[in-house]
């Protein structure tokens, strides 16, 4: 077991998961600049903005955890038990970044938020009270055949033989349970648990435990004014009250002509720190089976656009599409951090925004 952060690149197949240069919007047209960096012009701005994407990282590389082991290995997670007659797992089910790109993690099964820094190295654990009830190491009697051990079999089974196996024996009574985390804008941590049904909210400042409050106390964050109108099947209206000194309204078009079954989708605008950004994508009205066992609504020509908070458009991202994470959240510079479905490991993987090379 490595007890170092283990980093690395991937790279990813443009081909399949981005946008290739000629498949560019109607609309959009790629500039000569002195920039080594891919430059377009589109309906939406006079000037010419970067083209981004978002190349995967990994940057946290752990293990499933157990019930015995979890406090001597700060990347060991949640746990996960193959089982007598079924898997049981308990995965870490919340995941923040501060305002410094530092990682949370809430690993409730363990009673702990695990804290680690941008490049993935651990720093602290934060006890908090996530699971009330039995968890122990058992051991039983399990007859297997002899050639494959993973194989239960019947007791009259020709090549049956007896093996001891140890699992997880745990029983939550669910007076407690851990449900999420949050960072708000002054990187105050809040943790949410249930203790006999009722919420709790628990503040962390400097990872340290400032305040428990009955109920559910949520962060406060700035509403945007939103109104979203559809004026065709290829054309959306967005005018949003912009936290700055004007408000911001913009026609968005599809990106080609449609069919009578795909739909020209705006998302409704989030706001983060420092942008304002706004989603589109066709909906091809299929759905797409991904390798893990789930299907997903297909979208193509998927965009994320960033603004300013007086309207000006600072970045276009290409989206990854095609992808099912259990988890997802966003740093305020739109950074994406996801837990993959992964039953033979543990990772924290980071999108983070590329400008794409001419």
């Known amino acids: 077991m490595k007890k170092i952060v283990f980093i690395s690149l991937l790279l990813i197949n443009l081909k399949s998961v981005y946008l290739l240069a000629g498949d560019l919007p109607e609309g959009f047209v790629e500039v000569k600049s002195t920039s080594s960096y891919k430059m377009v012009l589109t309906p939406y701005a006079k000037y010419p903005v970067p083209l981004e994407e978002y ?7 752990g293990e499933w955890g157990t019930v015995i082991d979890y406090k001597e290995d700060p990347y060991k997670f949640g746990i996960y038990d193959a089982g007598v007659d079924e898997p049981k797992i308990y995965e870490p089910d919340s995941l923040e970044v501060d305002s410094k790109g530092n990682i949370y993690i809430l690993d409730f099964i363990n009673n702990r938020i695990q804290k680690f820094e941008k490049n993935g190295r ?17 051991k039983t009697i399990v007859m297997v055949d002899r050639e494959d051990h993973r194989k239960k079999v019947e007791p009259d089974h020709p090549r049956r033989i007896d093996i001891e196996k ?43 435990l400032v305040e428990k409050v009955s109920g559910k ?5 700035i509403e945007l004014k939103f109104t979203h109108k559809k004026i065709n099947n290829e054309k959306v209206q967005i005018w949003i009250d912009l936290p700055g000194e004007k408000d911001f309204k913009e026609v968005y078009k599809s990106p080609r002509r449609l069919t009578a079954k795909e739909e020209f989708v705006v998302r409704n605008p989030r706001f983060m720190s420092k942008y304002v950004s706004l989603d589109t994508y066709i909906d091809t009205n299929k759905y797409i089976k991904l390798g893990n066992g789930h299907t997903i609504r297909e ?8 603004y ?12 990854q599409t095609g992808v099912y994470y259990n988890i997802v959240t966003i740093d305020n510079d739109f950074n994406l951090y996801a837990i993959p479905e992964n039953m033979d490991n543990y990772s924290i993987e980071k999108l983070k925004r590329t400008k794409i090379l001419k």
Request: proline share 2%.
């Open 55 to 61: 190349v995967l990282e990994v940057v946290i590389e």
């Open 122 to 138: 651990y720093l602290k654990s934060i006890p908090i009270e996530g699971f009330s009830g039995k968890r122990k190491r058992s």
């Open 166 to 208: 140890e699992f997880a024996d745990i029983e939550p009574d669910f007076n407690v349970v851990g449900k999420n985390i949050e960072i708000n804008a002054g990187d105050i941590l809040y943790y949410y648990l249930t203790r006999g049904g009722a919420w709790e909210t628990w503040k962390f400042k400097n990872d340290k």
């Open 217 to 221: 106390e949520d962060i406060k964050k």
């Open 299 to 306: 979208e193509i020509y998927s965009y994320r656009y960033l």
């Open 308 to 319: 300013d908070y007086w309207g000006t458009l600072i970045s276009i991202i290409q989206r």
